[in-house]
């Protein structure tokens, strides 16, 4: 008996000393993958407060006022200039993401709705996975796609109405091309959310006299509207990110705030994209200040979605 107490400790103490080093292990790695998030703001912090405290090598330092709030990104005099103005730049970026999320959110969910309860089982895996492939194309797709097929519609409307298109380089262009890259993200979240809601409810409703129509309208959609909620952050985050593909169809707006849709336009990302070459100086640190805009613009959208969020998430179904 003895014996055996003493190979019991003997493999307690083993296992306590393996808990232990995996425990330090897995800490270690959770500390190191979550401090890229401050090596990656500490870089383009340090980077991008550079123009508005140097003499950026002769040209003068960049008037921090003016450049959250002018409509001038360096025109007129070129690259010998600290013109760098982007208070247009964000309200365009805004006024983008929230017309392209107007149609992929609601397209987003209703195809989650007919995937997930509507849809025969087959022809439902089927369209699951298809969304999951559209989910996973790389930007740059979308955006060669864009350049491809949605500027020539935009051109020949433009043409149609009798308004003169850059090639089709427009907002409208920029917001069909997000909405297409954003409504499988919102439809994978959303699907899995309309799953997830408990079928006692749904036969609560059916039992009461409800049709299976109404009941997915009025009990599903609003007993999954938190998933779905966050869906639309997500798909709003992937927006107010994406450089490439819009950089290809959007026109690279330099000056005046435009909400014509057949108008080209700028975004915070496009803006940091097309400049990031072989430059140097203040027109390469400059890019690094549109970053830090970014993600403050990131972060004030994210905080006050989810404000909201926590207001209409709560079910409540009558």
Known sequence: MQQLSNIRNSKNGKNKIIDIFVKNVLFFLAILSSSFIFIVAGVILL????????DNNGLGTVNFLRFITGNTWLTGEAFNSNLYSIGFIIISTLFIAFLSLLISFPVGVLTALFI???APKKLAES????TELLASIPSIIYGLFGAG??????YNLSALIGYQSKGGNSILASVIVLAIMTIPTITSI???????????????????GASPMQTNFKVVLAAAKSG???????GIGRVLGEATAVSLVAGGR????????????STLTTTMLE?????????YDIRFSVGIILMVVILLTNLILNTIKKKVGHVHVK
Do not use: C, Q, W, Y
């Not at 779905?228 to 997500?234: E, H, P, Q």
């Open 116 to 118: 997930a309860k509507i």
């Open 275 to 283: 400049g990031m070459k072989e430059t140097v100086g203040l027109d």
């Open 127 to 130: 369209l699951r996975t298809v």
């Open 190 to 208: 959303s699907e899995v959310a309309i799953r997830s809601v408990d079928k006692e409810i749904i036969h609560g409703s059916l039992a009461l």
């Open 228 to 234: 779905i909620f966050t869906s639309a952050i997500l």
């Open 254 to 265: 330099r000056s005046g705030l435009s909400f014509n849709l057949l108008d080209t336009t």
């Open 47 to 54: 980077k991008g407060i550079t123009p508005f405290i140097s």
């Open 149 to 154: 097929l949605v500027l020539k519609f935009v």
